[in-house]
Nanobody, 121 residues
Framework: QVQLVESGGGFVQAGGSLRLSCAAS????????MGWYRQAPGKQRELVAT???????NYLDSVKGRFTISRDNTKKTLSLEMNSLQPEDTAVYYCNFRMRSLPLSSERDYWGQGTQVTVSS
């Protein structure tokens, strides 16, 4: 059974920094895209950043220059370094891995449990 476990959320004042991590375990044959999403109260889940197998990154406009996504393919981990945090960054953050559990299985999306990030003004 594949599982994604997140860590690193918390409470920080505006201008502060946090680092989120996500680790995959279980039967995993391959991982392609990885990403971070967030959902604020009363809002839809939105894409924050993605990173391809080859390291190509893509960011939500509002976090460009402040957030950095990275991955370790050997350790099957994903990170999000968040700097200059603002109150509007407050949300539950979810990691997402697109994985294949067996050689002949289809790729599917797996999600972490979510970690709360709260930024005070």
């Amino acid at each position: 059974q594949v599982q994604l476990v997140e860590s690193g959320g918390g409470f920080v004042q505006a201008g502060g920094s946090l680092r989120l991590s996500c680790a995959a375990s279980g039967r995993i044959f391959s991982i392609s895209a990885m990403g971070w999403y967030r959902q604020a109260p009363g809002k839809q889940r939105e894409l924050v950043a993605t990173i391809s197998t080859g390291g190509i990154t893509n960011y939500l406009d509002s976090v460009k220059g402040r957030f950095t996504i990275s991955r370790d393919n050997t350790k099957k981990t994903l990170s999000l370094e968040m700097n200059s945090l603002q109150p509007e960054d407050t949300a539950v953050y979810y990691c997402n891995f697109r994985m294949r559990s067996l050689p002949l299985s289809s790729e599917r999306d797996y999600w972490g449990q979510g970690t709360q990030v709260t930024v005070s003004s």
